[in-house]
């Protein structure tokens, strides 16, 4: 088994297809969406995380590549610096998948990297530069 | 029976002293009831953390052979303000470095300023500095280019004319498009709402009328020792209160002063905000000397009995319109979420309470130790009475 989390950008006429489908469908694979957005010019950007035999990895991200879809390499990890955060919260209204955390008891926030799904939310929010997206 | 600040002094001194925190103050008076409390209790630690723009560092840079008068500064490529003595400068924490391209790319990222280079000084990391001047007969010298560091500067002190606000706005959003703006990135449509105050903490909510905190006060200031000098700007006390005689608006604010050396980093931090600008953060705990059963009631207030005024920052706020949206208390923001207009709103600071309640406890084994004394004030701040007013400002043709 392996496992891609990939950035699929789709231009306005891809955007209807029903590309997560087939994936599953006709290429085996499991598909967990991470995040799904259409902008204001219909350009869709769908944040997916793919997993299954590697021969259908290959063949699933060829077939995407082939309806005229850009697909990246996600953006491979938020990092949260323990040591640079306040635990000030101005973060926590904004995350949407509680990747980061307030314990309401010690005002303390945490950070939970296998909830993250990499929207960046939190990196315009953090006044003190305590979390990083790398590339 | 009232007690002096003499007498708790000789207290401290003996190590008898009984030091609690504003938030455990709450408990005491809650089961013994507030004249037992302010019999037992000494002193009252009170703290806050967050960004505080009115805040910067004035030092003297030693004189360079040859003598330079420098008559314009830059450090890491921020400016300072030289129009001082021939070799001493101020750097606000709101600086921005020389070109910057602040919004031209909206949101701007605002990464580094004043703010952050203060952090660096009091860590100990060298810094740039660059002065340019004019020749005269006794400063002959038009150029200098070093480095500096806070152990070679003669004199480096924190002195913040703004500092410790008595309760502030919460932000809100009623727009369709994000805001971004001094008070943290506010999305559309009441997205999210953020305060900026330690309440129950907060030194000036537990002492609402200025009773014990005036100029002279012995402080914690950004992990050392520090003093209030005067009353800040925009010093406002005479603004709606509850019965509890706590301002439900911005009221009153503290001019504060410290030697750099002394502090600590992780109490002055750099801040950024997208799309608006740098600042600092800045650590401060102020004691409360339990003089009587008045003074020990205001210390007892709690987050449910603090109101903040809920203020729309796409419109209200830059236009100085005087629209309030609802008065919400600090347990209710602490919660993680307010209602507004029927919609509920998840809450978030800038100010951190985690932080601010470390500061209540370093000072208060500060003072249980022995080594931090109080001291009487030589001047309270204005009050209620004074006449004393944040005016705006009357444009004249
Ligand atoms: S990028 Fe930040 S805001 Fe988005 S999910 Fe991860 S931690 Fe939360
Ligand atoms: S906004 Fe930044 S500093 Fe504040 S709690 Fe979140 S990660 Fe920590």
Redesign the pocket.
């Known amino acids: 088994m392996l496992k891609k989390r990939v950035v699929l950008t789709f231009p306005k006429e891809t955007v209807e297809q029903p590309i997560t489908y087939h994936l599953i469908k006709n290429y085996d694979l499991m598909v967990n969406i991470l995040s799904a957005k259409i902008n204001p010019d219909e350009e869709g950007r769908l944040v997916i995380e793919i997993s299954g035999q590697r021969k259908n990895l290959d063949n699933g991200i060829n077939y995407i590549k082939g309806l005229g879809v850009t697909i990246q390499p996600l953006a491979q990890d938020?990092k949260w610096k323990e040591d640079r955060c306040t635990h000030c919260t101005a973060?926590i209204p904004?995350?949407?998948?509680h990747?980061?955390m307030l314990d309401r008891v010690t005002m303390k926030v945490s950070?939970d990297s296998d909830?993250?799904?990499?929207?960046?939310?939190?990196?315009k929010a953090c006044p003190y530069q305590a979390?990083e997206i790398l590339y | 029976m009232a007690k002096t600040i003499a007498q708790i002094n000789d207290r401290i001194k003996k190590g008898e002293a009984v030091v609690v925190t504003a938030e455990e103050i709450i408990d005491l008076v809650n089961k013994k009831g507030v004249k037992q409390t302010a019999k037992e209790v000494d002193v009252v630690t009170t703290a806050t953390f967050g960004p505080m723009c009115s805040s910067g560092i004035y030092f003297n840079f030693g004189h360079s052979k040859p003598r330079i008068k420098a008559q314009k500064v830059w450090l890491n490529n921020v400016p300072a303000y030289a129009g001082l003595g021939a070799v001493d400068t101020y750097l606000g924490a709101t600086e921005l470095p020389e070109n910057d391209p602040t919004n031209t790319i909206y949101p701007g990222e605002f990464k580094y300023g004043g703010g952050h280079i203060i952090e660096e000084l009091v860590a100990g990391k060298d810094i740039r500095l660059k002065a340019i001047s004019y020749r005269t007969d006794c400063y002959p010298r038009k150029e200098l280019e070093t480095w500096i560091n806070i152990k070679d500067l003669n004199e480096v002190v924190l002195f913040n004319p703004r500092n410790c606000y008595q309760n502030y706005n919460v932000a809100v959003n009623l727009s369709d498009k994000v805001c971004y703006t001094y008070l943290g990135v506010l999305q559309p449509r009441l997205g999210n709402a953020i305060y900026c105050s330690a309440g129950q903490l907060s030194p000036l909510l537990n002492d609402p009328l200025y009773l014990t905190i005036g100029l002279g006060s012995r402080i914690f200031l950004g992990g050392g020792i520090g003093y209030v000098v005067w009353q800040g700007t925009q010093h406002n006390p005479d603004v709606v209160r509850g019965e509890n005689k706590v301002p439900k608006r911005p009221a009153g604010t503290l001019a504060v002063i410290g030697d750099l050396k002394q502090m600590n980093s992780q109490w002055l931090r750099g801040v950024s905000m997208t799309g608006y600008g740098v600042t600092m953060a800045v650590g401060i705990g102020i004691p409360i000397p339990i003089l009587n059963e008045e003074i020990c009631q205001y210390t007892a207030v709690k987050d449910s009995q603090i109101y903040a005024p809920v203020i729309d920052y796409s419109r209200v706020y830059p236009e100085r319109e005087p629209d309030v949206l609802a008065e919400v208390n600090y347990a209710q923001l602490k919660s993680g979420k307010i209602i507004i207009q029927d919609k509920e709103v998840p809450t978030g600071a800038l100010s951190s309470y985690a932080k601010a309640r470390e500061i209540a406890n370093i000072l208060k084994e500060w003072i249980q130790g022995g080594k931090f004394t109080l001291t009487e004030p030589v001047q309270l701040l204005p009050s209620v009475d004074s006449g004393i007013t944040c005016q705006p400002l009357n444009e004249r043709p």
């Not at chain 1, 904004?94 to 998948?97: D, H, I, V």
């Not at chain 1, 909830?115 to 990196?123: E, K, V």
């Open positions: 938020v973060c904004l995350c949407p998948s990747a980061l950070f909830h993250c799904i990499l929207c960046g939310f939190c990196l979390v």
